[in-house]
């Protein structure tokens, strides 16, 4: 690869500031004309445009500091021996991919290079290492797959299956909300996926729109298996900051307050909030800073979807509300059970499972209501601090409503049997 000159840089340096929200596309080409003209000032042309973003206020050293590794590219010829890189593909919090030749088989893969900045942290990269290898393991038609993890020079790569296609963010950012039937499909396939990783001890940690892939015949991929175990669940959140969609949008509450137990009902959550997203066109819970949106994942009742988009069937807005339950005993107990509900719903059934989830949820309230226990107003179970939503239920569809009633009406006819018997 060529060594690239300053304006290379700048200009993939201002592409991944605006594509990370922290700047706008007319930030930058108010400086970019800038630096064009040079205006009375000499020096200002000789400036890079980095550096004139920040004289302007536009953007902080600190985030330029922590953007540029990201697109710097490894300089010299081949970086990575055994592979010839063709292009970038993207760059995420984390690392940058790029496309590649893996010469010894003569055929495309994906290599995600992380920042020199990450080499610096041993534990990092014995972790990176440890999930690379055990992620090369799994093999699954809706999983990108592993090939390879290694060090060359100063870099640190993980090769995967290339896929030509695009990610389900990029779909949402294009077309918006997707329909209730295409999501399932893809969803339904990366339950699949997961329930795969589950059984082979593997929690994802990270599953979002962005880490799921499209290729033109409409298999969906789920990407970054085993790398999102390398850093903990808030150094990637806090990596997000100030990013328009990101990791704050869809991690569990447990990760949130940093639990050291942390199992695979993190990712139901996380596929939960990603198809929430899919179908209604807005993250679950949106705050303007990360933090602000974990709070909500801790504190915040969901606005249940068909609130969003009034389309969406009750029993597909019952499996989201189920997958983000704040408690996660009150979400599926595997994903092999979310699959047969998203199976459910797709032929146009009710979701049995999550049915059963709902009842146990109100059983849990009613118990907290007899035990002389405030419950939460308007459809709200409060638990252990956290809230949940439950679904309004008509009052005639209530058991107790019609046990009542036979309550009533029995004592009545027994009232009229004594009135008859007393005036005989
Ligand atoms: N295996 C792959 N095949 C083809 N393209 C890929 C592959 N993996 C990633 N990409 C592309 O590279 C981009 C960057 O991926 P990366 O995992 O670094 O970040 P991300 O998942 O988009 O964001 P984040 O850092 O928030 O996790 C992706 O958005 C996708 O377009
Ligand atoms: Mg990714």
């Not at 107990?333 to 146990?360: I, S």
């Amino acid at each position: 690869m060529a060594e690239m000159t300053q304006s290379n840089t700048d200009a993939l340096l201002a592409k991944a500031l605006v594509d990370q929200g922290l700047a706008t596309a007319a930030d930058v080409e108010q400086c970019q004309a800038l630096q064009r003209e040079g205006g009375d000032a000499d020096d200002i042309s000789q400036q890079s445009l980095a550096a004139l973003l920040v004289a302007n206020g536009v953007v902080t050293q600190r985030q330029v500091d922590r953007i540029r590794p990201l697109v710097e590219e490894p300089k010299g010829g081949q970086q990575i021996p055994g592979y010839q890189i063709l292009d970038r593909l993207g760059a995420g919090a984390m690392a940058t991919v790029y496309r590649a030749r893996q010469l010894s088989l003569d055929r495309l893969v994906a290599i995600k290079i992380l920042p020199r900045k990450q080499t610096n942290n041993p534990q990092f990269v014995e972790r990176f290492y440890a999930e690379g290898k055990a992620a090369a393991k799994l093999n699954h038609p809706n999983i990108v797959g592993a090939l390879d993890v290694g060090k060359a020079g100063e870099f640190h790569y993980f090769v995967m299956e290339y896929v030509e296609g695009w990610t389900v963010y990029d779909d949402i950012v294009k077309k918006g909300a997707y329909s209730e039937a295409d999501a399932l499909r893809i969803i339904m396939q990366i339950s699949n996926a997961l329930d795969h990783a589950q059984k082979a001890g593997f929690i994802h940690r990270d599953v979002k729109p962005k880490n799921i892939m499209i290729t033109s015949q409409g298999v969906a991929k789920l990407a970054d298996m085993g790398l999102a175990r390398a850093v903990s669940d808030r150094e990637a959140a806090e990596a997000e900051a100030g990013k328009a969609y990101g990791t704050p949008y869809y991690i569990s509450p447990e990760q949130i307050r940093g639990e050291k137990d942390v199992d695979f009902r993190a990712d139901i959550y996380g596929l939960g909030a990603t198809l929430y997203h899919m179908v209604t066109g807005q993250v679950p819970f949106d705050a303007p800073n990360p933090s602000a949106v974990m709070h909500k994942h801790l504190k915040a009742p969901l606005v249940p979807p068909d609130h969003i988009n009034s389309r969406l069937s009750s029993g597909l807005c019952e499996i989201i509300e189920v997958c983000m339950a704040k408690n996660r005993d009150e979400r599926y107990n595997t994903f092999a059970e979310l699959t047969q509900d998203l199976e459910a719903v797709a032929r146009g059934e009710p979701p049995l499972q999550a049915r059963r989830k709902f009842d146990l949820a109100s059983l849990a309230s009613l118990e907290k209501s007899v035990d002389g226990q405030a419950i939460g107003h308007g459809g709200e179970n409060q638990a252990g601090g956290v809230t949940t939503v439950i679904r309004d239920v008509p009052i005639v569809e209530q058991p107790m409503f019609w046990l009542a009633l036979a309550g009533w009406a029995l004592s009545i006819v027994l009232v009229v049997l004594v009135i008859v018997l007393a005036v005989r």
